[in-house]
């Protein structure tokens, strides 16, 4: 057995997430601001309560209340929220954050993924998490991580399509909303993401879609090459 973990040559603590503006063919992320989004995003995430099931907040009964909450957290550097923009739509239907930003360490996590009905399961959707991935190993970071109630299968499902190994379930990680929540942790990791970005490349593609938008090939069939670990409930 080793006594040391492996050198880390050059190593150097990346920056922190500040605020440009990240673009792709189907999905753009800004910074949050209650002004200049939180009518929109409101009025999206109205269309379905469920949205904020598994979230330590919400839902808001007025975009009032949404707006005021949004401004509790715009200015926020962990977390560091993002807003969703599909083009299609044109318009803001999903919010994302980094959060538990540590570069001494080299670790990320996105979360406080929030994704109204009509962008969910779409390209788009897709393309903003990747957007975020490709951010956090661009800029230094060496491990990207998915935590999420162990009870919410839609977002382990996420987690996996999107190439997130599963670490593990932290039983009565914390309390939400009064109850009880076991965390399920999934990472990337910077040696892994040179082959899960080109297979976010190749679904992402044009040509992997037809003419009524239908994929080709599944995006989870690409990153399960190189996936690690897998969810044991999936």
Excluded at 121 to 140: D, K, N, Q, V
Excluded at 193 to 217: C, I, K, M, S, V
Aim: aromatic share 12%.
């Amino acid at each position: 057995m080793k006594r040391f973990g492996e050198p880390v040559p050059g190593w150097s603590a990346p920056a922190r997430p500040s605020g440009e503006a990240l673009e792709g063919r189907h999905a753009r992320l800004e910074r949050l601001s209650a002004d200049h989004h939180a009518a929109d995003l409101h009025q999206a995430f109205s269309a379905d309560d469920a949205v904020w099931d598994y979230l330590p907040y919400g839902p808001f009964a007025s975009t009032a209340a949404y707006h005021h909450w949004v401004r509790t957290v715009e200015d926020g550097s962990d977390p560091y929220f993002y807003t969703i923009r599909g083009r299609s739509a044109g318009h803001f239907a999903g919010v994302a954050s980094f959060l538990r930003i540590a570069p001494e360490a080299g670790t990320i996590e996105i979360g406080h993924i929030c994704l109204a009905p009509e962008l969910q399961r779409t390209p788009a959707a897709t393309e903003a998490l990747f957007l975020m991935m490709a951010w956090s190993f661009a800029a230094g970071y060496r491990r990207v991580e998915w935590k999420c109630d162990a009870l919410n299968l839609a977002s382990r499902r996420a987690a996996q399509r999107l190439g997130f190994s599963y670490e593990g379930t932290f039983r009565q990680a914390t309390v939400v909303k009064g109850r009880n929540r076991d965390t399920a942790w999934f990472s990337v990791i910077d040696k892994e993401w040179p082959a899960l970005r080109e297979a976010f490349e190749l679904w992402l593609a044009p040509r992997n879609f037809d003419d009524f938008g239908r994929q080709r090939e599944r995006l989870s069939d690409l990153t399960g090459l190189v996936r690690g670990g897998t969810d044991p409930l999936l």
